[in-house]
Nanobody
């Protein structure tokens, strides 16, 4: 009923930028909480950034000042703008959105994107 499609990953050189997108479709009444995670080779999945419906943001120390999370309410899309990329940013990036499918949903449900590969060469 709800699906997320991620896009924007790719291969870049250190210092370059990428913008990831996570578009929600289907029965989307509201998106209450938005997160981006990443999982590098041999690593656990880690939280990179989050955004509340009220506009509060969180960034992992490793990306603070370089990554920006934002949203387009009209398109039910969440973005992760990544600048000054480093080889250690290489990972599969996943979005996680907490979505209410109708006004009768009292508790948002969590949905994951399929993941998009980001590779940063030195």
């Amino acid at each position: 009923q709800v699906s997320l499609v991620e896009s924007g990953g790719g291969l870049v050189q250190a210092g370059e930028s990428l913008r990831l997108s996570c578009a929600a479709s289907g029965r989307v009444f509201s998106i209450n909480y938005m997160e981006w995670y990443r999982q590098g080779p041999g690593n656990q999945r880690e939280l990179v950034a989050s955004l509340t419906s009220g506009g509060d943001t969180y960034y992992a120390d490793s990306v603070k000042g370089r990554f920006t999370i934002s949203r387009d309410n009209a398109k039910n899309t969440v973005f992760l703008q990544m600048s000054s990329l480093k080889p250690e940013d290489t990972a599969v990036y996943y979005c996680n959105l907490r979505i209410r499918s109708s006004e009768y949903d009292l508790k948002p449900r969590a949905y994951w994107g399929q993941g998009t590969q980001v590779t940063v060469s030195s």
